[in-house]
């Protein structure tokens, strides 16, 4: 029997805990396909949602402008935030809420006076983005309760300063974005200039597969840090705006050889991530496949983002039946990578992945995922 879903899940709690939610909203994590490292770089990603979601069923409780906040959240029982305190001090997966909380009013949208059950089904510090999507539903519930409609980037510009400014971790603006702003059946190009998404079908001979190493990241926010700062040296070097605008012979010239390998990584992953736009755009997936695999390597030796585990997983995913290409996904080090498979061989690929990966006493998961749709509204019943 098919397990209820985030959003069941939300509905029936706060049902049971408190009636009938007045609205529900869910936003999906997400996977990049091809990409990393480029959003804050100004450069190309190509992300798609996952039928993975967090879901927030909420009923309005006192005055919006001033009244409380109490979540109840499936594994961390009923917390309360203060809308008026400091968002910084509150703790754990909490703080992204907060944050919201705390910045939505200087947008003129009120942000107290509600109960909400929120319950989710993506996997916690794997690379999914499940923070981005608590974001991305918080926000959206709150715009639809006060009536106001934003764009999906106005959306994650939010979501990106709750993670920079409350949070405390660098992050570009993929994440959010794709959450807000993606399309059924399809990834998207991202422009993380222009800001602008771009829909391109998922070919019907390939699946997605997404590949759990078990493994999950510690500190990777400060290596994360680290590599910002690495191209941000190169930009000044260069005397360039971006890396977007650097080319391979600009690049040839920086001096210090680290910032030079990691600034050739997110040059030759932008030119990579184009080509695949344009390979899936034209049902071409043996190079997309490739191109994805390219992306793993220099991940791996340039960027230097990726771990064993990320490493071990993406091998098995090359032994196996179906594989057109594997790379690790989203910041790195631990967490999920992801494949491009041929449609039929889905369940021997996944079969294989499980039966070859090793790495420690690691039990790893694989699913094979068609693209979602970005974070909407479930039921609103509000006159
Ligand atoms: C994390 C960040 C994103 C992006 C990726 C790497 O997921 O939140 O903004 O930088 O890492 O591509």
């Given at each position: 029997?098919?397990q ?31 990409g ?11 992300p798609m949602?996952?039928p ?8 309005t ?10 979540v ?16 910084t ?26 109960r ?33 409609e ?38 998207s ?26 493994t ?25 705006g ?30 990579r ?49 179906g ?8 910041g ?29 006493d ?22």
């Open positions: 029997m098919p209820p879903s985030a959003t069941d899940r939300a509905i029936a709690v706060h049902k049971a805990k408190w009636g009938e939610p007045e609205l529900v909203v869910r936003a999906p994590g997400r996977v990049n396909l091809i990393e490292h480029t959003d804050y770089n100004e450069g190309f990603t190509l949602a996952l993975f979601d967090t879901a927030i069923a909420l009923t409780d006192g005055d919006p402008s001033s009244g409380t906040v109490t109840e959240s499936a594994g961390f029982g009923e917390i309360a935030i203060d809308p008026t305190g400091d968002p001090t509150v703790a754990g997966w909490a703080r992204h809420l907060a944050g919201v909380v705390s910045l939505l009013p200087s947008y003129g949208v009120p942000s107290a006076g509600w909400a059950t929120i319950e989710s089904d993506i996997p916690t510090g794997a690379s999914l983005s499940s923070s981005a999507a608590l974001e991305v539903a918080a926000i959206e519930v709150l715009l639809v309760r006060a009536g106001i934003w764009e999906p980037i106005d959306i994650a510009r939010l979501g990106q300063r709750v993670e920079n400014e409350v949070v405390g971790l660098p992050s570009g603006i993929m994440d959010q974005y794709i959450s807000a702003g993606a399309v059924r059946g399809h990834a190009l991202m422009d993380c200039r222009e800001h602008s998404l771009t829909p391109i079908p998922l070919p019907d001979e390939a699946v997605v597969a997404i590949m759990d190493t078990a999950r990241r510690v500190l990777a926010e400060v290596a994360y840090g680290d590599r910002r700062a690495a191209c941000q040296r190169a930009v000044a070097e260069l005397g360039i971006s890396l977007r605008e650097a080319n391979p012979t600009q690049v040839a010239r920086i001096v210090d050889p680290v910032d030079r390998r990691r600034a050739q990584h997110v040059i030759t992953e932008n030119q991530t184009l080509d695949a736009a344009r390979a899936m755009r034209s049902g071409d997936i043996i190079s997309l496949g490739r191109l994805m695999s390219e992306s793993h390597a220099s991940l791996r030796d340039d960027y230097e983002v990726s771990g064993p585990g990320l490493d071990a997983i993406v091998d098995a995913a090359n032994n196996s039946p594989c057109l290409g594997a790379r690790m996904t989203g790195g080090f631990a967490g999920c990578a992801v494949a491009l498979v041929r449609a039929e061989d889905a369940e021997s690929f996944r079969s294989s992945v499980l039966g070859r990966y090793e790495f420690e690691r039990q790893a998961r694989v699913w094979s995922c068609a693209p979602a749709q970005g974070a909407s509204i479930v039921s609103n019943n509000l006159s």
